[in-house]
């Protein structure tokens, strides 16, 4: 019997079936997503870490003031045991007793024996305050060590998530001449309702800077970040804002989406890594992320953590 040879077409269909099918590439789109999403994220971490260096600095400004009067007190208390040691020895001469017995007067007797009683009160006296004296700088100058070397630490940290910032960015410009991106365009016609008082005062703000360019680390006024952007709008309002998204949402009171005002923060992501601001209609300004202008967005831009309400 004959076997058929099989055709050409058939041996085309059965490398078909059999091998595995290709893996997907991941859209472009998507990798965009996820780099810039990524990288508002590093900025966030970069504007925490800036935030602690800059509470550092100043605790450590705080100590150098601290530290030079308690070092003037010291010396004082020292300059002051000295004389009083001084003192007792031009009274007592070699001991207690010998200034005692060299009295030659009941008087004279019992007044030599009230000045060494009050020297040797004064001298305890000295010597403890010159103690604690010491002990205040010590512990003053442990706790400016301890910060010298956390601003180390942090300036260091800072460093790390700059260069970090800069090869994200590099990446993110990359993808997208890839695909010719634009950024998304501000929903135009809409304009707040400037409500009077604090919260009005900080949209008033927020809709003036509508076009200004991202830039990380920035809060204002020719470009900003997400949280430097809300932050300087509250600050215009007098109401001051850490420069962070996590530090914004741990400083407002909750508030839930029912509650939502024009002024009130909008935060993003479960790590809270971005942050705009209500105002009003369903929308919220905000500074997107690197290479995308301030502007106009729908609330739910991406996944909401929560809302909270400053001042």
């Known amino acids: 019997m004959r076997i058929p040879v099989p055709t050409t077409a058939l041996i085309a269909a059965l490398v078909i079936v059999l091998l595995p099918a290709p893996a997907q590439a991941t859209p472009i789109g998507d990798q965009l997503d996820t780099a810039g999403e990524h990288l508002e994220k590093v900025i966030e971490d970069y504007n925490e870490v800036r935030d602690n260096l800059r509470t550092t600095r100043r605790q450590i400004a705080d100590l150098n003031e601290e530290i030079r009067p308690l070092e003037r007190q010291l010396a004082a208390r020292r300059a002051r045991v000295g004389v009083i040691a001084t003192a007792a020895y031009r009274s007592s001469g070699v001991s207690t007793a010998l200034a005692v017995i060299s009295a030659e007067s009941a008087s004279d007797f019992a ?39 956390q601003q180390a630490s942090q300036e260091l940290a800072l460093a790390t998530k700059k260069q970090q910032i800069e090869e994200n960015i590099t990446r993110l410009e990359r993808l997208r001449e ?64 850490p420069h962070n998204a996590r530090r914004q949402w741990r400083a407002v009171s909750r508030v839930s989406r029912d509650e939502l005002k024009p002024g009130d923060l909008v935060f993003y992501y479960r790590s809270i890594h971005h942050v705009g601001m209500y105002v009003g209609g369903g929308k919220m300004i905000h500074a997107p992320q690197h290479g995308e202008p301030v502007r106009v967005d729908n609330v739910d831009y991406q996944p909401i953590h929560g809302y909270g309400r400053p001042g």
């Open 178 to 241: 890839q695909t010719g991106f634009k950024p998304r365009p501000t929903i135009k016609g809409f304009k707040p309702t400037f409500s009077p008082g604090r919260a009005g005062a900080a949209v008033r703000f927020a809709y003036a800077q509508l076009g200004k360019q991202y830039r990380f680390g920035s809060d204002g006024p020719n470009s900003y970040d997400c949280s430097g952007l809300t932050s300087a709008a509250w600050a215009k309002a007098g109401v001051p804002l």
């Open 111 to 149: 007044d030599r024996l009230l000045v060494l009683d009050r020297l040797a009160s004064e001298q305890k006296e000295a010597i403890d305050s010159l103690s604690a004296a010491r002990d205040r700088v010590e512990a003053a100058r442990r706790s400016l060590d301890a910060a010298a070397g």
